[in-house]
């Protein structure tokens, strides 16, 4: 069974341009959460998608954006980037909810440097 | 709201040696408790994890056991391997959240 699928691996991008991440979940998983991971600030946690809706937003602003679709792919996108969106991004799928316990695993992430 | 805090690290071991990391919470609703790893250069791995109060998950040698009476979920190794050094990650998530809440992370090392 194939793993998470994050593309593209890694990125570099100028302040200003905006870029789009994309995550293939596990066959079968409907719930798709995005996270964004710097040395200072640790994991943060920035949306998460269930069957095409977005059930819950992180306190990013508003040029971070992401949506899922039919097949459970999801992409995020990040406009007007800044130095300091220079991140690992990490995807992450699961079946159900973590909250009822159900396992999320992880992508290898998309290493995005903003220069 | 969901939070959880982690003892600060690194921690620096020699092979075989015990290895146990703090993890504390605090939780609006019943949460599940997770311990994930991060391996250099990966993204992060379900080490085990535990949905009830007093259940405890195991992998690999490790060990956690829900503490409802004290918040805490710590992560236990009786002996650790070279192999065991990484970025160990607590977590947790409750229903209504769709979301993990994760503790700073803590770097182990493992010396031979």
């Known amino acids: 069974k194939a793993g998470v699928t994050q593309t593209p691996r890694y990125l570099i991008k100028t302040r200003g341009q905006q870029v789009t991440l994309s995550c293939s979940p596990i066959s079968g998983h409907r719930s798709v959460s995005w996270y964004q991971q710097t040395p200072g600030q640790g994991l943060q946690f920035l949306f998460e998608y269930f069957s095409e809706t977005q059930r819950n937003k992180g306190n990013f602003p508003g040029r971070f954006s992401g949506r899922q679709f039919s097949n459970s792919r999801s992409e995020m996108n990040v406009s007007t980037l800044e130095l300091g969106d220079s991140a690992l991004y990490l995807c992450?799928?699961?079946?159900?909810?973590?909250?009822?316990?159900?396992?999320?695993?992880f992508g290898q992430g998309t290493r995005l440097t903003v220069v | 709201g969901n939070s959880v805090t982690q003892m600060e690290g690194p921690v620096t071991l020699s092979e075989e040696a015990f290895l146990t990391i703090n993890c504390t919470y605090t939780?609006?609703?019943?949460?599940?408790l997770f311990w994930y790893v991060q391996y250099p250069g990966e993204g992060l791995q379900l080490l085990l994890k535990?949905?009830?109060?007093?259940d405890k998950g195991s992998n690999k040698g490790f060990e956690a056991t829900y503490r409802k009476e004290t918040t805490s979920f710590h992560l236990e190794k009786g002996s650790v391997q070279v192999s065991d050094s990484a970025v160990y990650f607590c977590a947790l998530s409750t229903s209504n959240d769709y979301k993990l809440s994760f503790g700073a992370g803590t770097t182990v090392t493992v010396r031979a």
């Open positions: 939780a609006t609703g019943y949460p599940s």
């Open positions: 535990a949905t009830k109060a007093d």
């Open positions: 992450a799928s699961s079946l159900e909810n973590s909250g009822t316990g159900a396992k999320a695993f």
